[in-house]
């Protein structure tokens, strides 16, 4: 059984930091990419970042240098550096896993709950 499972959200003033966590079981974990995404109240879920089995990184535009994803594969988990936080990244932030280089994710957490206060 695959699980993804995200920690370290929670509650953080703007311009905070926030270092989230995403515990991957079941499936090889260095065969495949992962991703960050969020959702906002309201909002579609949107595209975070990216790192590839080989360690490509990729990042939305809105991320300016915030954000900062890695991986480590002895361990199974992918990360997510967030840093200067502003009130618009409040959102349940979501992992998600990708065997092929492209398409779609087949795998996905449960999400974890970072609100940022103004």
């Known amino acids: 059984q695959v699980q993804l499972v995200e920690s370290g959200g929670g509650l953080v003033q703007t311009g905070g930091s926030l270092r989230l966590s995403c515990a991957v079981s079941?499936?090889?974990?260095?065969?495949?990419?992962m991703a960050w995404f969020r959702q906002a109240p309201g909002k579609d879920r949107e595209f975070i970042a990216l790192i590839m089995r080989g360690g490509t990184t990729n990042y939305a535009v809105f991320v300016e240098g915030r954000f900062s994803i890695s991986r480590d594969n002895a361990k199974n988990t992918v990360y997510l550096q967030m840093n200067s936080l502003k009130p618009e990244d409040t959102a349940v932030y979501y992992c998600?896993?990708?065997?092929?280089?492209?398409?779609?994710?087949?795998?996905w957490g449960q999400g974890t709950q970072v609100t940022v206060s103004s």
């Open positions: 998600a896993a990708r065997l092929g280089l492209s398409g779609s994710f087949q795998y």
């Open positions: 079941g499936l090889t974990f260095s065969r495949y990419g």
